[in-house]
C-alpha cells in the first residue's frame, strides 16, 4: 500500500527543523545517545511531537520494514518507503563512497522531492481528466543544477 504524505504544514516545519541549525545531526539511530537526529529522527521529535528515547532505532523492534508494520515509528508511515530509505543514505552515508550529507542539504533535496513526500490538498475541480495537467515529475533520481552534493546524491539509484 502506498503512502499517504505528509501535511504541507509538517513539510515547512521540518525543512526549517533542518535548516535552522538548531539540532545536531547523528547517524544510524532517529536519536542518539547525546541527543543527536537523524533527519527523520528530527521530523519525527520536532515537527510531530513524538518523544523519542536516545538510541532510538528507526523501528520498534526488529523486523523487516513495512508501511504497515507496527515495528516501523509511527509517525514515518506516511513517508513513502523509498523516501525513507534514500533518506536514511542521504544521511548516514551508504559504507560504499556515498558520503553522507549535512541537514541543509538534505533539505534541499527533499525541496526537489516535495511531490514525492507531501499530500497536497486538492480542489475538487482540479481532479478532474480535462484540467489536469500532470505535474513534472522528475522521481527520486532527480537533479538540482547548481548543488553540487544534492545533485550528485539525487542520482543514486533506490
Same mark, same amino acid.
Given at each position: 500500500?502506498?503512502?499517504?504524505?505528509?501535511?504541507?504544514?509538517?513539510?515547512?516545519?521540518?525543512?526549517?527543523?533542518?535548516?535552522?541549525?538548531?539540532?545536531?545531526?547523528?547517524?544510524?539511530? #532517529?536519536?542518539?545517545?547525546? *541527543?543527536?537526529?537523524?533527519?527523520?529522527?528530527?521530523?519525527? /521529535? &520536532?515537527?510531530?511531537? %513524538? =518523544?523519542?528515547?536516545?538510541?532510538?532505532?528507526?523501528?520498534?523492534?526488529?523486523?523487516?520494514?513495512?508501511?504497515?508494520?507496527?515495528?516501523?515509528?509511527?509517525?514515518?508511515?506516511?513517508?513513502?518507503?523509498?523516501?525513507?530509505?534514500?533518506?536514511?543514505? #542521504?544521511?548516514?552515508?551508504? *559504507?560504499?563512497?556515498?558520503?553522507?550529507?549535512?541537514?541543509? /542539504? &538534505?533539505?534541499?533535496? %527533499? =525541496?526537489?522531492?516535495?511531490?514525492?513526500?507531501?499530500?497536497?490538498?486538492?480542489?475538487?475541480?482540479?481532479?478532474?481528466?480535462?484540467?489536469?495537467?500532470?505535474?513534472?515529475?522528475?522521481?527520486?533520481?532527480?537533479?538540482?543544477?547548481?548543488?553540487?552534493?544534492?545533485?550528485?546524491?539525487?542520482?543514486?539509484?533506490?
Amino acid at each position: 500500500m502506498a503512502s499517504s504524505g505528509i501535511t504541507p504544514a509538517q513539510f515547512d516545519r521540518w525543512l526549517t527543523a533542518l535548516r535552522s541549525q538548531r539540532y545536531p545531526q547523528g547517524r544510524g539511530r #532517529l536519536k542518539g545517545v547525546e *541527543g543527536h537526529y537523524c533527519c527523520l529522527g528530527l521530523y519525527c /521529535e &520536532i515537527v510531530t511531537g %513524538l =518523544e523519542l528515547y536516545e538510541g532510538q532505532f528507526l523501528y520498534w523492534t526488529s523486523g523487516v520494514e513495512d508501511a504497515e508494520s507496527p515495528c516501523l515509528a509511527p509517525p514515518l508511515k506516511p513517508i513513502d518507503r523509498d523516501v525513507r530509505v534514500k533518506l536514511s543514505m #542521504l544521511n548516514d552515508g551508504d *559504507g560504499y563512497g556515498v558520503v553522507a550529507l549535512p541537514f541543509h /542539504e &538534505i533539505a534541499d533535496w %527533499l =525541496e526537489i522531492h516535495r511531490h514525492e513526500v507531501v499530500k497536497e490538498e486538492t480542489s475538487p475541480t482540479s481532479t478532474s481528466p480535462e484540467n489536469h495537467t500532470p505535474p513534472h515529475s522528475p522521481g527520486l533520481q532527480g537533479d538540482l543544477p547548481g548543488k553540487a552534493n544534492v545533485a550528485r546524491h539525487a542520482q543514486i539509484p533506490l
